[in-house]
């Protein structure tokens, strides 16, 4: 197991009630809050996994998000590739990334930046089902959607697979 | 003066002959004959004569001064805190950088250091995402690490601070030419007013041509009885440096002087200033003129123009003059006295006080020993990036003037790449191997591909042939992972501990000759585990298992992994009788050390217009490989060379036991070494052998794979994570047994299986324990004590 990750759970019922009425409507441009990260979030149950991120790290990441709202998607990737010089195996820079990515739809690049993201991130948990669920809208738009429907299956399964030990 | 008495006479003539006719109206007719042939000479010849001067001095003119170079910057070092640096890497950036040390950090561009702790005042400087200002923190170094980072208050904390990016050439992306230019506003107050008061002080007022001066000098010279001053202003100067020639004729000095008048005509002061700044010819390197004060200052003091102290910029102002003549490192004591002479203008005319002149004579010449060579440090890298440039923008693109192009070199670990080479083959000398063994090494970072160091050459700064990324040579048992891995990918036939035969074998070769590999030992090993047979690199088991897997699907591979060239389909390719360069060999490498999320290894990650708008990108893409379970069990097993494989010196050599995966090479009659490792982040080659292909006693172990230490023992390493991908698990066997088995039983091991190829047989111990478990179980269950 990485040494490196230290998981943190942290419960915040409050953000949960608030985001749990929200139907889950294709909305144009607004895909990866509607199908990805709300859906997680309410898999999840309020119980969000991830790894302590390094204070460089978390302020390049928070200048990413802001970029992203203000719509600066490029602007957005280039603060996550600075922090993953800092940090090159921090699953939560890359499934970022994968979301920037799909907004930009560039539908293989997300793919390819979740399933990398999930390979080295904690495979349970609010990132591992925004993982798979990255990974099955890009496979729709990449036109397989049998494995599309699989990934959706497979993000379901994410708060109750352990992640492998040896 | 030619030029004076050229004007003059005919300005005379013009005036002589008009008031001859007014006087003397019978010649009249004949007279004006006489004027209109001379004035449609004047016309005929000396109009199209000037036209085509200002033609040729334009064009040389605009050709030069707009033809600003575009700077290339190092990728910039991250400072925060808990990042490993130690504090050699850090003196080695901040030099790069450009950094001076000084007692008080208080003027951007330097820095202090007081034991572990430094004080650093940041330049302001535009990145490839924006432009930040100047910036003052304190760090303290901690055991190895960034303990803390600050602000000089020691209130604020800036959590992230990039050290503005080392400049580390000014190239023409287009043309090979290597300039330094600097514009106007950034040359140093005393070299602009200092050369006007030494070379022409009638600058601001004249028109191209200063009669006074000339005058002034041929009085002189008369005097003298020879040559010994000139009265040529800065612009006839510039015009003489644009068509350099040794003649001294009158017709040329007349041409000088129209083109200076001319050049006046058209430009203001300060653009003639400007290109005479970086046009003038200051010495002399080999083949190359050294051209302009910011090359000139990097020649002679290895320092910028900004930085440099007042005799510094004295003695260079001095050298117009005669570069040759004043030459610091060939006539110092002559430099010396042209330097203080130059000095003492300065003094008179009011541009230093008598207290800065005193000073500045007080000091050596300061002039570095040896020039720094091909003006850049990283000649090798700088290849790279003009063919990833030319690669990948559009020809237009990089004609434009003044880019700044970002890329992906850590100076500090260029540095102890070149040492780790220098002073490896200087080590190997020593061992017995030949004195003008050749080298080259490839380091980039496992995750984005990008290069971090690059080295041609066992000579740093030496700029010829570069071996990183030219030298097309065997890989030898390189390639054999790649053989392997083909195993891996078949499930059902393959898993590490699948038995496989090391035995004589015999092919016929697409030549009609017969083909017997032999191994390194000259011995056959018998059946094998798959991993032992790569871990002691046997090439009779790896033959057998090549041939089962197919030499078009180990081309395929080779592809697959980011490989163009053409590879021969014949049974020897399975031992690496390909020829691929160490940059090749990187690129492969760098797929299996990320995973198999590869990426193409790049040099290059932004270019930015002069005005600080992004050309162009080059974002980070992956390219994810099939079967990364298959990639998984290969990297483990790459570890056990290191672990007690033909690698196993390298632990003791690094004097770590970190995980490291890597893989030695030898060719034939000892050709070639070469050595492959990578940790967690970083992923480097090196390639040890002769230009000439001779045999060169060298093995993978003895010559490259210390070489590689060398390097890894300067940079922080973190140990390879194994965590098997989905799909493949860590399973207690035994190795030999072909068996599951229990931890606590003989020969246990842990090794990885994809799903499904795991041992079906369970070791006679395995069977034993789980007896002994169920029975305490039942015990447990139903209340008997043991």
Known sequence: MDEKIRLLVILIPLLLAACAGQPPVKVEGDEVDTRVRTPASEDSAGVQVYSLQNPAVKELTAQAVVAERAGELDKASGYLERAMRIEPRDPQLLQQMAEIKLQKSDYQQALNFAERSYDIGPRVGEICSRNWRTISVAREHLDDASGANDAEKRASRCMNTRPKRY | ?786
């Open chain 2, 1 to 786: 003066m030619a030029r004076k008495a050229v004007k003059s006479k005919s300005k005379s003539r013009r005036s002589r002959s008009k008031s001859a006719a007014r006087q003397k109206p019978g010649l009249f007719r004949r007279l004006f004959r006489l004027l209109m042939l001379l004035a449609g000479l004047a016309i005929g010849i000396g109009v199209p004569w000037t036209v085509w001067l200002d033609i040729q001095v334009r064009d040389e003119f605009e050709g030069r001064i707009w033809d600003v170079p575009s700077r290339v910057y190092a990728r910039p070092l991250s400072l925060y805190s808990g990042k490993p640096v130690s504090k050699r890497t850090l003196l080695l950036e901040l030099k790069a950088s450009g950094y001076r040390e000084v007692t008080d950090a208080s003027a951007p561009g330097s820095y202090s250091v007081n034991g572990n702790q430094f004080d650093i005042n940041r330049r302001a400087f535009i990145f490839e995402d924006g432009s930040k200002p100047a910036t003052r923190f304190r760090l303290q170094l901690r055991s190895g690490i960034i303990g803390s980072l600050g602000g000089v208050s020691g209130s604020e904390d800036p959590g992230l601070v990039r050290l503005d990016a080392a400049e580390i050439a000014s190239i023409y992306p287009l043309h090979d030419e290597d300039r330094t230019l600097v514009a106007l506003k950034d040359a140093p107050e005393l070299l602009v007013t200092g050369l006007q008061a030494v070379e022409d002080r009638q600058f601001k007022h004249h028109h191209g041509v200063a009669f006074r001066s000339i005058a002034r000098a041929f009085v002189a010279n008369i005097k003298a009885g020879k040559a010994v001053q000139g009265g040529s202003t800065l612009t006839q100067q510039l015009v003489k440096n644009y068509f350099l020639s040794s003649e001294r004729t009158l017709m040329r000095k007349a041409n000088e002087a129209i083109m200076a008048v001319l050049l006046e005509w058209h430009y203001d002061k300060a653009q003639i200033l400007e290109a005479y700044v970086n046009e003038v010819y200051l010495g002399q390197q080999g083949k190359h003129a050294i051209h302009g004060f910011g090359r000139a200052s990097e020649f002679y003091f290895d320092r910028s123009l900004q930085d440099l102290e007042p005799q510094q910029i004295a003695l260079l102002v001095g050298l117009v003059r005669g570069a040759s003549l004043y030459n610091p490192r060939r006539n110092p004591q002559r430099a010396l006295q042209r330097r203080d002479q130059v000095l003492e203008i300065f003094e008179t005319t009011g541009l230093l006080t008598e207290n800065e002149v005193k000073t500045a004579k007080s000091r050596p010449l300061g002039v570095t020993s040896k020039p720094r060579s091909g003006g850049s440090r990283y000649p090798a890298f700088l290849d790279l990036v003009r063919r990833q440039l030319k690669r990948d923008y559009q020809t237009s693109d990089l004609s434009s003037e003044g880019l700044k192009i970002f890329t992906t070199l850590a100076p500090s670990e260029q540095e102890y790449a070149q040492q780790a080479v220098s002073k490896g083959l200087e080590d190997l000398k020593q061992r017995g191997l030949p004195a003008e063994l050749q080298s080259a090494m490839v380091l980039a970072d496992v995750a984005s591909g990008e290069v971090r160091a690059l080295v041609g050459d066992r000579v740093a700064g030496r700029n010829g042939f570069n071996r990183a990324l030219d030298a097309r040579r065997q890989i030898g048992s390189v390639i054999k992972p790649l053989v392997y891995l083909l195993a891996l990918e078949h499930v059902d036939d393959y898993n590490l501990i699948t038995r496989v035969k090391d035995e004589p074998i015999s092919l016929r070769q697409p030549d009609g000759k017969l083909w017997s590999p032999e191994n390194y030992d000259h011995k056959s090993h018998g059946e094998l585990p798959l991993m032992d047979a790569l871990v002691h690199s046997y090439n009779q088991a790896t033959v057998q298992v090549g041939l089962k897997v197919g030499v078009a699907n180990l081309i395929r591979k080779i592809q697959q992994l980011g490989i163009v060239v053409e590879v021969p389909a014949v049974p020897s390719t399975i031992l690496g009788a390909v020829e691929l360069t160490p940059i090749e060999v990187a690129q492969m490498y760098q797929s299996l050390a990320a995973g198999g999320y590869s990426v193409p290894l790049r040099s290059v990650t932004a270019v930015l217009t002069p005005q600080g708008d992004l050309l162009s990108r080059y974002p980070l893409r992956f390219m994810p490989l099939e079967n990364r379970e298959a990639i998984a069990l290969l990297n483990f097993a790459l570890t056990r060379v290191v672990e007690e494989g033909t690698a196993r010196a390298l632990h003791g050599l690094l004097g770590s036991k970190t995980i490291i995966a890597g893989k030695t090479g030898t060719t034939n009659e000892r050709r070639d070494s070469w050595f492959v490792g990578y940790t967690r982040d970083r992923v480097a080659v090196s390639w040890v052998g002769l230009d000439d292909n001779r045999p060169a006693g060298v093995t993978g172990s003895n010559a490259a794979m210390r070489v590689w230490a060398g390097l890894f023992r300067s940079l922080p390493i973190e140990g390879l994570d194994l965590r098997m991908p989905d799909g493949a698990n860590f399973v207690w066997v035994d190795k030999q047994q072909q068996a599951l088995t229990d931890p606590s039983c003989p020969g246990a091991e842990q090794i990885p299986f994809i799903e499904g190829s795991e041992p079906q047989e369970s070791t006679k111990c395995l069977k034993n324990q789980s007896r002994k478990n169920k029975e305490s179980l039942w015990r447990k269950w139903f209340g008997r004590k043991d």
